[in-house]
């Protein structure tokens, strides 16, 4: 089954240690910053989505008054309840799903970087090319283990705390509990990963600490929605086209 999946992501997997090699040998990085610049290059392809994805966190945040008043409505009726809820995003161009998509954009790179650092020809390199290790890490290719997998695990969760402490402003209830959640879940997952992949896990969630703070200074976030503006925006929409009448088939006997 892994020799499966890396077979599929082979192509990917070449593209990092491409990248990686590059950082590397080309513009003289250690293994680990070389790491830390694969993430940033990742983040930096996503941005656009990135950027989707808190404008429409935020609209979910400015509309929670009309979705909750929708949920109380029409809480012993889900089906219509969600019928609602949908035409309420379809008016005001939101994307509920939009959250996931850097993450999912993320995730072949993850499992990608994950193999790489697995495999033979990478480790070589790396120990070819001395120091294998980066800061208090003694190999970026090797699981962690005792102290430096402690300390690993607390920059983790402290980061993975961080971003999920800035996307929450922007979230609503059951995000923020998955936010909140991950770490937990995580930790057991992470212990068995290379330290080199954990530092791009870390990596990233700095990242998403400092876009969320540049964000905010940069463009805050718009007013909640009265439901005064929700009718207006609603009443400015041109009335939909008057259905299509059917042609009869065939002349009339």
């Given at each position: 089954?892994i ?71 029409y ?106 959640g ?72």
């Amino acid at each position: 089954m892994i020799v499966l999946v890396a077979n599929i992501f082979q192509p990917l997997i070449d593209v990092a240690e491409s990248v990686i090699l590059f950082l590397h040998d080309d513009l003289g990085l250690g293994w680990g910053p070389a790491i830390v610049a694969l993430t940033f290059i990742t983040r930096i392809a996503i941005l656009p989505l990135s950027i989707k994805q808190i404008r429409s966190m935020r609209a979910l945040q400015a509309f929670q008054p009309q979705i909750k008043e929708l949920q109380e409505k029409y809480k012993d009726d889900r089906q219509r309840m969600q019928r609602e809820m949908m035409n309420l995003y379809q008016e005001n161009q939101i994307n509920p799903l939009a959250s996931c998509f850097p993450l999912i954009l993320q995730l072949p790179v993850f499992l990608s970087l994950f193999y790489l650092l697995r495999s033979p020809g990478f480790q070589e390199d790396v120990m070819n090319s001395p120091p294998v290790g980066w800061l208090f890490i003694p190999d970026l290719t090797e699981k962690a283990t005792g102290g430096v997998l402690a300390a690993l695990i607390v920059l983790y969760v402290v980061t993975q705390l961080g971003a999920g402490l800035v996307m929450a402003a922007t979230a609503d209830r059951t995000q923020r509990m998955i936010m909140f959640g991950l770490p937990l879940v995580f930790v057991p997952i992470i212990i068995g990963f290379p330290s080199g992949l954990i530092v791009y896990w870390i990596t990233t969630n700095i990242w998403t600490v400092g876009q969320q703070y540049v964000v905010k200074r940069v463009a805050p976030p718009p007013p909640k929605a009265t439901p005064e503006a929700v009718a207006e925006a609603k009443a400015a929409r041109p009335p939909p086209p008057p259905p299509r009448k059917r042609k009869r088939r065939g002349g009339r006997r």
